[in-house]
């Protein structure tokens, strides 16, 4: 079957109010990117031996947490990192 993906590298991107950030899955696949302001954004995932996986757009709200899961292709099905995003209004 499948596998945990860890260390795989998340890339969120929103264009218009050039915002970007990175992490990576801790061991159990799973990775949070907090505080992004609202908007559309294209995530990205890579990892070493998988094929990339390009999200090309997810709409971000106020005062809601998204989860959005990825499967990366190699040989054999491997379980999907899970994000969440709380989200709030940036007042600035």
Same mark, same amino acid.
């Given at each position: 079957?499948?596998?945990?993906?860890?260390?795989?590298?998340?890339? $969120? %991107?929103? @264009?218009?109010?050039?915002?970007?950030?990175?992490?990576? #899955?801790? /061991?159990?696949?799973?990775?949070?990117?907090?505080?992004?302001?609202?908007?559309?954004?294209?995530?990205e995932v890579r990892a070493?031996?998988?094929?990339?996986? $390009? %999200?090309? @757009?997810?709409?971000?709200?106020?005062?809601?947490?998204? #989860?959005? /899961?990825?499967?990366?292709?190699?040989?054999?099905a491997v379980k999907r990192?899970?994000?969440?995003?709380?989200c709030r209004k940036d007042?600035?």
């Amino acid at each position: 079957n499948g596998g945990l993906v860890s260390n795989a590298e998340i890339k $969120v %991107l929103n @264009r218009s109010i050039a915002v970007e950030r990175k992490t990576a #899955t801790d /061991d159990s696949g799973r990775y949070e990117i907090n505080a992004l302001p609202v908007g559309g954004y294209r995530i990205e995932v890579r990892a070493k031996g998988f094929r990339t996986e $390009v %999200l090309p @757009r997810i709409v971000l709200e106020v005062a809601r947490r998204v #989860t959005q /899961d990825f499967q990366l292709d190699v040989g054999d099905a491997v379980k999907r990192p899970k994000l969440a995003v709380p989200c709030r209004k940036d007042d600035s």
